[in-house]
């Protein structure tokens, strides 16, 4: 299995700010790479994916870039709706896993 | 518009067998794949398995002896089934529709079924 990484585990920052989460493959999944967002009781929501493509709705804010082992999430300016837990995911082989994830709170 | 409405037992007993339906609104049937994913309390998600419109499946290998996932095309729905469920299968299970025709890139998601395995 391929397994996910996530630095940090958890970040806190203040609205406005630049937030970068970076996630690790253990083995190359070449751009097979998607980042979700899921708040408290809620299911979780897709991004970002292909590495840098944003899903339908998400604002420019996001954006995403690596490729092979390495990707990173970047929030350039944080709004009151982005404090949430962000998760990694690989879509290159089955199973398809993810990062242990990313909370994103208030500082 | 997309939406996942997905049903079944919250509630089961070690050994039984869990069962939940996720039925599709909006949009062609055909074309995608089908996921489950789990969420056990407190902790990340966990990609059970996909099947696609024509009802090839890929599970998990530490759930693939329990796992069955199956598609209804005529009703737009597919379902999970887990067998012999313990303490461990406690978790909310999402049902997901791939986006577009990727395998485990998953665009929509149902709102989400809390399974309490407990005797």
């Known amino acids: 299995d391929i397994q996910m990484t996530q630095s940090p585990s958890s970040v806190s920052a203040s609205v406005g700010d630049r937030v970068t989460i970076t996630c690790r493959a253990s083995?190359?999944?070449?751009?097979?790479l998607n980042w979700y967002q899921q708040k408290p009781g809620k299911a979780p929501k897709l991004l970002i994916f292909?590495?840098?493509n944003l899903h339908g709705g998400v604002p420019s804010t996001f954006s995403g870039s690596g490729s092979g082992t390495d990707f990173t999430l970047t929030i350039s300016s944080l709004q009151p709706e982005d404090f949430a837990t962000y998760y990694c995911?690989?879509?290159?082989?089955?199973?398809?896993?993810f990062g242990p994830g990313t909370k994103v709170d208030v500082k | 518009q997309v939406q996942l409405q997905q049903w079944g037992a919250g509630l089961l007993k070690p050994s039984e067998t869990l069962s939940l339906t996720c039925a599709v609104f909006?949009?062609?049937?055909?074309?995608?794949?089908w996921t489950w994913i789990r969420q056990a309390p407190g902790k990340g998600l966990e990609w059970v398995g996909d099947?696609?419109?024509?009802?090839?499946?890929n599970y998990s290998p530490s759930l693939k002896s329990r796992v069955t996932i199956s598609v209804d095309t005529s009703k737009n729905q597919f379902s999970l089934y887990l067998s012999a469920v313990t303490a461990a299968d406690t978790a909310v299970y999402y049902c997901?529709?791939?986006?577009?025709?990727?395998?485990?890139?998953?665009?929509?998601w149902g709102q989400g079924t809390l399974v309490t395995v407990s005797s």
């Open positions: 292909a590495v840098s």
């Open positions: 099947i696609n419109h024509s009802g090839s499946t």
């Open positions: 995911q690989q879509s290159y082989s089955a199973p398809f896993t």
């Open positions: 909006g949009g062609s049937f055909s074309g995608y794949y």
């Open positions: 083995q190359y999944i070449s751009s097979y």
């Open positions: 997901a529709r791939g986006l577009g025709s990727t395998e485990a890139t998953m665009g929509y």
